[in-house]
């Protein structure tokens, strides 16, 4: 597989899709494959499916493998677990995957892998500053991009306010659970969309999801000071921006270790010069 190639995983609450990514312009290479998420959804059958779509691939031991779960990731250990079994709470997906698939993978919220696939692909592409993404269906999932840098497991759907869990009213299905048209919603979002920019300042806000395709009829009715515009990956943007911070993360582990390995060899060269000057001294 060639080394402008990385592979990207989307666990989803009711599939798991994959599929190979030109991390020259973020294209599939290849046709996505997509398998249902099993029920019910336990790390061990989980894992065992995202081994099934990486294997699909056929990857060499140094395409760079991403995978996206929904659910806060610390340190490739889940810590909160929506849409898929409560077994996963506390469990090292790194790990996990490792051994079903037999690939070291580097993971993340399906969130942020969203935020980051916008950031280098698509509606934030070339943009400075802090980049904010929320994308409204079944909840409200967020992500920040400042200055490059992904700012993991931000969980701003669950911003308090007015006394309410962000996401029951500005959520896309809290459209349907409280009878709204867009009209009732628009109110909900501002008030959202307005309590982010106080907290945070974005330079700019892109709103994904499935809804987004339908932005005509409400994005352009928010009053906003940060431009708000619809996400331009829809569906792929998890496993694009899975496989492209997979590559970014390998770049710095291979950074890190040719760091080490010099610092190494100026400490052997130090630890030389003294045996020397002490065999002189002999």
């Known amino acids: 597989m060639s080394k402008n190639i990385a592979i990207g995983v989307d666990i989803g609450g009711s599939g798991i899709k994959a599929a190979p990514v030109n991390l020259k312009n973020g294209k599939f290479t290849d046709e996505?494959?997509?398998?249902?998420?099993?029920?019910?959804?336990?790390?061990?059958?989980?894992?065992?499916?995202v081994a099934k779509c990486i294997s699909r691939f056929e990857p060499s031991r140094k395409t760079p493998i991403g995978v996206a779960f929904p659910g806060?990731?610390?340190?490739?250990?889940?810590?909160?677990?929506?849409?898929?079994?409560?077994s996963w709470i506390g469990v090292n997906l790194r790990e996990l995957i490792r051994d079903y698939a037999g690939h070291d993978v580097h993971v993340?919220?399906?969130?942020?892998?969203?935020?980051?696939?916008?950031?280098?692909?698509?509606?934030?592409?070339?943009q400075d500053g802090s980049i904010f993404l929320a994308t409204l269906g079944t909840g409200v999932g967020t992500a920040m991009i400042v200055d490059?840098?992904?700012?993991?497991?931000?969980?701003?759907?669950?911003?308090?306010i007015d006394g309410h869990d962000a996401e029951d009213y500005?959520?896309?299905?809290?459209?349907?659970?409280?009878?709204?048209?867009?009209?009732?919603?628009?109110?909900?979002?501002?008030?959202?969309?307005s309590e982010v920019e106080r907290l945070f300042w974005p330079d700019m806000i892109i709103v994904g999801g499935g809804v987004s395709k339908s932005s005509h009829m409400f994005l352009p009715r928010l009053t906003l000071r940060a431009p708000i515009i619809p996400a331009e990956l829809l569906?792929?943007?998890?496993?694009?921006?899975?496989?492209a911070a997979a590559h970014a993360e390998c770049a710095k582990e291979k950074a890190r270790a040719k760091e080490q390995a010099k610092q190494a060899e100026k400490q052997a060269k130090k630890a030389a010069k003294r045996g020397a000057k002490g065999s002189t001294k002999d």
């Open 32 to 49: 996505r494959y997509r398998i249902p998420t099993p029920q019910p959804a336990t790390p061990e059958a989980v894992g065992k499916t």
């Open 72 to 86: 806060v990731i610390q340190h490739g250990v889940v810590k909160t677990a929506a849409n898929v079994d409560d």
């Open 108 to 126: 993340l919220n399906d969130a942020d892998a969203a935020g980051f696939g916008e950031y280098r692909y698509g509606a934030a592409h070339g």
């Open 148 to 160: 490059g840098t992904l700012v993991p497991n931000l969980e701003l759907g669950h911003l308090e």
């Open 170 to 193: 500005a959520a896309e299905s809290a459209r349907a659970r409280h009878d709204l048209d867009w009209d009732g919603w628009i109110p909900h979002l501002q008030r959202y969309f």
């Open 235 to 243: 569906n792929g943007a998890g496993i694009v921006g899975a496989a």
